[in-house]
């Protein structure tokens, strides 16, 4: 079951080629790497780059791969494929591969991507990525993918998005700690006794309803979100032709 993530940006087509091939740009949007690095390019080969990612303070999982790119095609889209793997031991990816699509439209670009990879660990890596792993890179690549849009369409600095997103999701927590921890009735629902009947009651429907948007309310329109990505393709997709080319160098 491979990953699927599409947005659609409202930004210039050159610019979103620039701030997702740029390795020093792309590592600031993209929540899946720390650190991105091209590595020196023997002539007539494929770009080869370095990644890493910080699983904990005190832990780095690296790997290395290899990317080729078409920035012009007929059709007025570009695309962009890489193939990857990480020897680390930690890693429970161990090889993948994956592209990037974008088409251009009236209104902008829908920038696309779909990938897939190999895990270890035998049967226990194969559970942990359908159960764990495999969900959270999705959400993290719909996640990063909603954080370029806002950089590229509102300027927003994929710094400060993580800085909404962050502050977002502390309040939501404590409205949430508040209504689970806090004694009822309220002392904001104390207030309206003389006019209840029963402020208990009161206080616990208050309470549901602020539960309630502390879960399911929509990110607000500066903070970076998952949910305003497609994660399934709607139509049959092909794999590109430039990452077929990449295979014999794999």
Not at 53 to 71: C, K, N
């Amino acid at each position: 079951m491979g990953l699927y993530v599409e947005a659609h940006i409202r930004a210039d087509l050159d610019e979103l080629w620039e701030r997702t091939q740029d390795p020093a740009q792309h590592r600031r949007w993209d929540l899946r790497f720390s650190e991105i690095d091209y590595l020196p390019r023997a002539e007539g080969k494929p770009q080869r780059f370095r990644y890493a990612v910080r699983v904990l303070p005190f832990l780095t999982v690296s790997g290395t791969g290899i990317a080729a790119g078409e920035r012009e095609r007929p059709d007025g889209t570009r695309t962009s494929a890489l193939r990857f793997a990480s020897p680390h031991p930690l890693s429970l990816l161990a090889r993948g591969s994956g592209y990037w699509r974008y088409v251009p439209d009236a209104h902008g670009v829908r920038f696309l991507t779909g990938y897939d990879y190999r895990p270890r660990w035998g049967v226990f890596g194969a559970l942990t990525d359908r159960l764990v792993f495999r969900p959270l890179m999705g959400w993290a690549t719909a996640w990063s993918f909603d954080r370029l849009r806002l950089w590229l369409e509102r300027g927003i600095t994929p710094e400060r998005a993580r800085a909404n997103w962050l502050a977002e999701l502390a309040v939501r927590a404590l409205l949430l700690a508040g209504c689970l921890t806090g004694p009822w009735p309220h002392p904001a629902v104390k207030v309206l006794e003389p006019f209840a009947a029963d402020a208990d009651h009161l206080g616990l429907v208050l309470s549901a309803l602020v539960i309630s948007l502390a879960l399911f309310k929509a990110p607000l329109a500066r903070t970076p979100a998952a949910r305003r990505c497609l994660r399934a393709p709607a139509a049959q997709t092909r794999t590109p032709r430039v990452l077929r080319t990449l295979e014999k160098h794999g």
